[in-house]
């Protein structure tokens, strides 16, 4: 089982390992963008965190209020999609203080098509999906206990992240630099490691 107390404390190690990453974020985001993402998911991890330590409620609620935390924020394109991907995460939350792993399992995987419904953005596009589809696919197939299931999407978020090196940008402002973008892994997938990272940490 998975108490909200332990997620909480993983939610805020995820958002730890993200505002950390602050500097990296940034300079990966300026080969080809506008150099904001670490400065933006710098605000969106300590708007999750500050809503997931105030929260006295259910597990559904406070992811509920992580995403309505975000929804506020002003910032670039990462605001919307990460509200998007936490609003699906509380939609297939549970109104309860634990959750067993296969309702984890729904729960990921529910977020993930309504953020793959928002961006239309596949594994190959060179965008956080190229993260956040693996790392949810290892939730979907594992078979063991609440540890493991983090430890295995945090892998293979790692892994789909430095696989966004071998890709062209197929979306936002670096589309326009095509074959130059290869090289360099996009910065919203990087991110998203850096989340699973810190949420496998108990």
């Known amino acids: 089982m998975l108490s909200k ?12 390992s993200v505002m950390a990453a602050q500097d990296e974020l940034t300079d990966i985001d300026s080969q ?22 105030q929260n006295d409620g259910s597990i559904q609620s406070m992811l ?23 609003d699906g995460l509380q939609e297939h939350s549970v109104a309860a ?27 190959g596009d060179k965008t956080m999906m190229d993260a956040l589809i693996p790392a949810t696919q290892a939730i979907s197939a594992w078979e063991g206990d609440m540890d493991g299931l983090f430890l295995a999407a945090a892998e293979a978020a790692q892994q789909g992240a430095e696989n966004s ?15 130059a973008t290869i090289g360099t892994p996009d910065a919203g997938a990087v991110s998203m490691k850096y989340f699973f990272v810190g949420l496998a940490k108990k």
């Open 5 to 16: 107390e332990a997620l909480a404390q993983r939610l805020i190690h995820a958002c730890q």
């Open 32 to 53: 080809f963008g506008d150099a904001d993402h670490g400065i933006t998911m710098t605000k969106i991890a300590n708007a999750i965190q500050e809503a997931v330590r």
């Open 64 to 86: 509920d209020d992580a995403a309505m935390a975000v929804m506020v924020l002003n910032g670039g394109s990462a605001v919307p999609l990460w509200n998007t991907w936490l």
């Open 97 to 123: 203080n634990e959750m067993t792993v296969s309702q984890v399992k729904r729960m990921f995987a529910g977020a993930c098509d309504a953020l793959a419904a928002l961006s239309k953005a596949k594994v």
């Open 165 to 179: 090196r071998n890709f062209v940008s197929r979306f936002g402002r670096a589309r326009s630099y095509g074959q």
